[in-house]
């Protein structure tokens, strides 16, 4: 997996409606958040509706963005489940172009890209205090005191 201080690949991948999406054109607006994910994972689907508020921030927050490695039927079908409506990209099979080249080797891991195009934050699994870091860094609460979350969990 890619560390703070590496500089992040610069990947093009579709949105769900086949659009182009690029990094580089992203980080003009401020930094930018990746979220890989799977949709069969658990521990994905506790983590992205937490990301979510991020997305739903008042604030701004950082550009959100979920990389599924899925297709895109599924992919739509987890964000209707989990209430998740953040600009979604398919880094799909056989290649995992994005996957790759962010080494990631399990989900959901989650990259902080900061404008100058350097990993600011690589998080793997669900991380609470990570969690809680980003969003005091961005002005957002992920998590609301009615909120049951384990401190970790894997992915």
């Known amino acids: 997996m890619l560390q703070p201080g590496d500089s992040a690949p610069d990947i093009s991948l579709p949105d769900l409606d ?18 890989f994910f799977k949709i069969s ?3 994905c689907q506790l983590t992205l509706p937490f990301l979510q508020r991020f997305a739903d921030s008042p604030n701004g927050g950082p550009g959100m963005v979920a990389i599924s490695q899925d297709g895109v039927p599924d992919s739509r ?8 409506s953040m600009p979604t990209l398919t880094d799909a099979p056989p290649g995992y172009s994005a996957s790759n080249a962010f080494r990631i080797s ?15 934050s690589a998080v793997e699994g669900f991380n609470k205090a990570e969690l809680e870091k980003l969003g005091g860094r961005f002005g957002v609460a992920p998590f609301r005191e009615s909120d049951r979350v384990p401190a970790l969990r894997p992915g």
């Open 18 to 35: 086949g659009a182009a999406w690029k990094l580089q054109e992203a980080l003009q607006h401020g930094p930018v958040v990746l979220a």
């Open 41 to 43: 994972c658990p521990t």
């Open 77 to 84: 079908e987890f964000q209707q489940r989990f209430g998740v």
């Open 106 to 120: 399990s989900v959901p891991s989650i990259f902080v890209i900061e404008t100058d195009g350097r990993i600011a």
